[in-house]
């Protein structure tokens, strides 16, 4: 991005490295809110673009730079989520948010290198699970938006109140009702070390073709959805049970060849990645409840799965 220092001037701009230190806190909130790192590098940049067209002038009167910056990505991304609820319905089969590497894993950033600049990077914790994500595309955009900026940003609702163009107490309820949406759908933690085990446990049987093994894995009523973005064959409706699952799993290894399954951290849990020929071609994420797997969520969308692929020279 071009910084706007006068032709011939210099001199650095004094408030550049106050303006971009924000970035990485930006593209937090946009993740998080929109489910798509793509999605929220644009609306990031975008932010960035109206920044710099406000005149000096313009810029030395706003009191709280980064208080500006966050309320227009914030409103940026309310008219993405606006607009996706219309997209979505023409989308091929079912949406899942877009799944997060380690960034210390040398992934393939959206120009093709392999470094991430420290400022793209998401921080992995609960917020951006899987599951988690999904429970935030239920939402209403405006529940969504309130939820994130209180309950995970710590914003007080009369920022966010000037944000979503609603009173306080309207704010107030909205991240009252996207609350009682988590807790609905909340299952009781799994230490990761035992997510860890039971993930790994999966992967072998899965290698093995070990039938029993896989279904004594997964909960009886377990669920698991795939996203292809009609851009690869896949299964279009949630497949429900575990006998199900599992007929799906050996189906997909009959029609993919020579897969490779690899274990990998998936927005900060436990996941597992397939390639083939060294490009991931899967991306899957999972909910565990006790000891078993509740819940199966297969990236396939290799527009989502840009992140995941090396480079040509590793």
């Known amino acids: 991005m071009t910084t706007p220092s006068e032709p011939g001037d210099d ?17 937090n909130l946009a993740y998080r809110l929109l489910g798509s790192l793509a999605d929220a590098e644009d609306v990031v940049q975008e932010t960035y673009a109206r920044w710099y ?16 910056l966050t309320k227009v990505a914030s409103r940026l991304c309310l008219n993405v989520l606006s607009s996706a609820r219309a997209r979505r319905e023409t989308y091929v089969g079912e949406w ?28 992995l914790d609960e917020s951006v699970s899987m599951a988690f994500l999904v ?15 209180h309950d995970v940003f710590l914003y007080p609702f009369a920022e ?32 990761a070390s035992r997510q860890a085990r039971i993930v790994r446990d999966f992967k072998q ?10 279904i004594g894995l997964l909960d009886p009523d377990a669920t698991a959805i795939a996203d292809g ?3 690869v064959s896949t299964v279009l409706r949630p497949i429900e049970g575990a006998e199900q699952i599992v ?3 050996v189906h997909l290894e009959g029609r993919l060849r020579n897969l490779t399954i690899l274990e990998r951290t998936v927005n900060g849990q436990p996941g597992l990645i397939a390639q083939q020929d060294g490009v991931t071609v899967s991306v899957c994420a999972f909910e565990i409840a006790g000891d078993r797997i509740k819940h199966i969520w297969a990236v396939r969308n290799p527009d989502k799965l840009r992140p995941w692929t090396l480079g040509p020279q590793h």
């Open 205 to 214: 049987a899965w290698e093995a073709k070990n039938i029993d093994a896989l």
């Open 160 to 191: 966010v109140a000037e944000i979503l163009g609603r009173s306080p107490a309207a704010c107030r309820q909205l991240a009252s009702s996207a609350r009682r949406r988590i807790r609905a759908e909340r299952v009781p933690a799994t230490p």
């Open 96 to 123: 899942i948010p877009e799944p997060l590497p380690e960034p210390t894993e040398g992934i393939a950033g959206r120009s093709g290198g392999t470094t991430v600049d420290p400022a793209d990077r998401v921080t």
């Open 247 to 249: 007929r799906s799993l």
């Open 11 to 27: 001199r650095v701009d004094p408030g550049l490295s106050a303006i971009m230190s924000e970035r990485r806190q930006l593209i």
């Open 229 to 231: 973005g009609g851009l």
């Open 53 to 68: 067209a406000l005149s000096r002038q313009q810029q030395d009167a706003i009191a709280s730079p980064g208080a500006w």
């Open 135 to 149: 429970v935030l595309d239920s939402m209403t955009p405006a529940e969504r938006v309130a939820f994130i900026l």
